[in-house]
């Protein structure tokens, strides 16, 4: 295995916040959000207590997948506002002891790039992949002189950028060795992008469709040497930076050159049941090809723990201390926590368990507030992928207020992004800041309690004592956490419990070994320093 620079101090004590930019904040009254609206918006990250910022793309685009669509790497969507905006927004960010990541889109352009609007007028081009006639499988015809086709990766107007094919193929001319002059150049290309973003104070990168980059490289072998080379240079040349994968295969791609992968709803055969079976209950975005299962923060008590700890055991084993693995509430592409039969009385208990558990932490937007993932919305720039895999419902703007637009500056309701949750009752930033009784005050204790605990932390042990109603585990030897994420009443025995100090704790009893817990509850004790 390569060996790497270790991973920069600071991505251990990491939590996490996504923004989709889109739908954050605005502060010109144009409906879009943008790094002023952000900008404004810092105080309110510094007091909730993360410390890593994780931005949805913010470049050049037609915006026909939301900004995935890439069609300049270097400069900023003019929607957003300018490239001092952003280092504002990142200076600023910065004195508040935030750190800015941005998404590399790294497997694919928009249809309307100049690189690919140049290599669709010249059969000698090979920065995409190009049959040279006729239409194979999966391929898209060309839109310029030059005949053929190309492959996309994603939506038909994302040519995959290419990367080389690991294995030829007589039959397949296009298939190119991943040392090819295209090949070549666009890995030379990623890292000019990456030095452009961190040169201006940028502390690294979520990389979209990582291991998409190298074609028919089913064991990825070939994808995990681009990244390997990748991060050799990263390691001499911006050292504190860290790049993320979307993978969700942490046991292959850390490996492969990655400081962190996250928990995805998709992934390897293990790995890609672990987000989904903590908290996908079959609402929200569902991709038709995912199996039905039971997932364990549900009502019902039907799911388990075991399905995500048999894939945290095997990512955690595979990494030791080479990487991190994120664990988020959700992600642009998949349901909020709050969806479907869940309610806000469920969601204390989640945070309580993602915010205690050895994995970097990923609040998506509005989780804190417990937005509400809205079903039934209309496609917006690519939001809908297939019958009940609709990811607008999870895009939808930050609630601010109680205000018609939800905080979105003066624009017309007609003109926000997405519409604002039209419930009555839908949670807002300044209700409940006001309360401390609220979700968003408990997700800001857990998350002080955890940056001030190392043990509750991504470096302290952790031993399982009940997985299953309730889930019960120490960190460092020290931390009791108990969740019962169903709505019946739990309890268990284990000679490893006994009765400590709540620090944060809602229907939890520890009598001598016994743990009794009420439905929904949760709590965090400590136990002594004595154990
Ligand atoms: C994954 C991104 O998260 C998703 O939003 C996007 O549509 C695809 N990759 C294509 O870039
Ligand atoms: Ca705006």
Redesign the pocket.
Known sequence: MTSFRPAPAWLADAVFYQIYPQSFADSNGDGIGDFDGIAERLDHLAWLGVNTVWL?PCFVSPFR??G??VSDYLAVAPRYGSLDDLAKLVDEAGRRGIRVLLDL?A??TSDEHPWFKAAAHDPTDDRYIWAAEGRPDGFVPSPGTRPGAYLP???AF?PALNFGYARANPAEPWRLPVDAEGPRANRAALRTIMDHWLGLGLSGFRV??AASLVKDDPDKTETAKVWAELRHWLDGAHPDAVLLS?WGEPEVSVPAGFHGDFFLQFGGPTDGLALRSLWSNGEGTVNESWDPLDCFFDRSGRGSPRPFLEAWEKASTALGASGFISLPTA???FSRLNCGPRTPEQLPAAFAFQLTWPTLPAIYYGDEIGMRYLPGLPDQE?SVLGPRYN?AGSRTPMQWDEGPNAGFSTAAPDRLYLPVDPSPTRPTVAAQRADETSLLHLVRRLVSLRTHTPQLGSRGSVEVLHAGHPFVYLRGGRYLVVVNPQEREASCTHDGARSGVPLEADGVAVNGSTIAAEGFAYGVFDLGPDR
């Open positions: 949805n997948d939301a995935y669509d889109v497997g694919h990766n994603f939506f994302q979209d469709m979307e992600n642009h592409d690519g990811r």
